[in-house]
């Protein structure tokens, strides 16, 4: 079976803005529809350059999110793609995260990568440069603290020692760690701590080399069960959004996802035979208002994915 996850409305990224009833709306209709997660975005604090405010200028708080959709939905994994590791207090986060682990009945995915956006972390008082330190020390930070008490941790940037930290996680030892990047040092993360690792859409070719990479990050360091990967990949349906379909543009011409139901099924199924990928992370582009995303999750779930498991 293809594992399908999605993600909600939650920042005005999809082309129309992001509300609370859109979002539990949308996160209901996956559960309804057979996704195995959601995941949601993270931002705190936004830059006005052209790349950030118009998608994430209005971005919902991922944690807050994920507590009001636990409370309405009974199945469907929640999780963040991703949380900003770095620019967060970790001992506060992994608290956060353990207490949604077990209001929601065990169905945490914490999804973590070290951010992009200098400027973000500026304002909110972090170098830039200490992400990727700092998002490594963290997670082992996290791990110590969803441990058994009393908690110890000496690291670079926090130490301390006899600390008590509950509730611990409902899932054990802990929630799913799922990493983002493509980058070498954000492999090597993957391989030291996640479960799965979720890069953005790229092509197959470079999905390979970096899977490759991977292994050979997990040999390096004795890890015999390879993180899975689960791709970021997006979907443009023709005859929901108005864009043209393979009947009027060259395949050369059409963007990867974008067309018709068996159309993106057929490009989800070249990744299949090409990188092994049994797992992906659908993001809906192109979308103009909600009711559009919602008929473009039911196209997706009842055309597209009996396609891709033949």
Same mark, same amino acid.
């Given at each position: ?117 200098? #400027?973000?972390? !500026? +304002? ?8 990727? %330190?700092?998002?490594? /020390?963290? *997670? @082992? ?106 009947? #009027?543009?060259? !395949? +050369? ?8 139901? %068996?159309?993106?099924? /057929?490009? *989800? @199924? ?41």
């Amino acid at each position: 079976m293809v594992q399908f996850s999605f993600r909600p409305p939650s920042a005005d990224y999809l082309g129309f803005e992001a509300t609370p009833e859109g979002i539990i709306t949308a996160a209901c209709k996956a559960e309804e529809l057979g996704f195995d997660a959601l995941l949601v975005n993270d931002h705190i604090i936004v830059d006005g350059s052209p790349r950030a405010l118009p998608s994430w200028g209005n971005t919902f708080d991922p944690l807050m999110v994920l507590s009001y959709v636990a409370a309405r939905t009974s199945r469907i994994r929640l999780g963040t793609s991703v949380l900003i590791m770095p620019y967060r207090n970790p001992v506060a986060t992994a608290k956060m995260l353990a207490t949604l682990d077990q209001m929601s009945g065990g169905r945490v995915i914490a999804g973590v990568g070290v951010g992009w956006c200098e #400027a973000e972390f !500026a +304002a909110l008082g972090v170098p830039f440069h200490e992400r990727g %330190a700092r998002t490594t /020390e963290y *997670l @082992r930070l996290w791990q110590a603290c969803w441990g058994a008490d009393p908690v110890m941790f000496q690291g670079q940037f926090l130490s301390f020692d006899n600390m008590f930290i509950k509730p611990k996680p409902l899932q054990q030892p802990h929630p799913p760690l799922w990493i983002g990047g493509s980058s070498h040092a954000a492999l090597r993360r993957a391989a030291a701590f996640a479960q799965v690792w979720q890069p953005t859409q790229m092509s197959p070719a470079h999905l390979r080399e970096c899977q490759a990479y991977l292994r050979a990050a997990c040999a390096k360091i004795g890890r015999q069960d390879v993180p899975i990967t689960r791709m970021s990949f997006r979907v443009n349906f023709s005859e929901v959004t108005g864009s043209p379909s393979r009947d #009027a543009t060259t !395949a +050369a011409e059409r963007p990867i996802g974008q067309g018709t139901p %068996a159309q993106v099924a /057929e490009d *989800l @199924r070249q990744f299949r035979h090409e990188t092994g990928l049994d797992a992906f992370q659908i993001n809906f582009n192109g979308c103009k208002s909600l009711d559009q995303l919602l008929t473009s999750m039911t196209l997706f779930m009842q055309e597209v994915k009996p396609l891709v498991e033949q």
